[in-house]
């Protein structure tokens, strides 16, 4: 079955790094696009980059130029490196995945960003 596991979550001071990991099993990583999404507290889950199988990105306006997603097909882990951040990105991050009429979630990592 698929599955979808994330790590590297935790607290940091604003201006701080971290970068999450998503190890992914029960299908074909490699062919397939990714994403990594956030939920802030008491607000709605939003999207905040994609990868595609041949590793073209995107990325929401709210994190472009400090975060960059990117993917090990030989390891099916896909990534986030979150740089400068700010207590707005304070939030449950989840990686997914779209395959055939379902998307695929994780439990999620929690990364907290404040003094």
């Known amino acids: 079955q698929v599955q979808l596991v994330e790590s590297g979550g935790g607290l940091v001071q604003p201006g701080g790094s971290l970068r999450l990991s998503c190890l992914a099993s029960?299908?074909?990583?490699?062919?397939?696009?990714m994403a990594w999404h956030r939920q802030a507290p008491g607000k709605q889950r939003e999207w905040v980059a994609s990868?595609?199988?041949?590793?073209?990105?995107n990325y929401a306006g709210s994190v472009t130029g400090r975060f960059t997603v990117s993917r090990d097909n030989t390891n099916n882990t896909l990534y986030l490196q979150m740089n400068n951040l700010k207590p707005e990105d304070t939030a449950v991050y989840y990686c997914s995945v779209f395959l055939r009429t379902k998307t695929f979630w994780g439990e999620g990592t929690l990364v907290t960003v404040s003094s």
């Open positions: 029960g299908f074909i990583f490699r062919g397939n696009t």
């Open positions: 990868i595609t199988s041949e590793a073209a990105t």
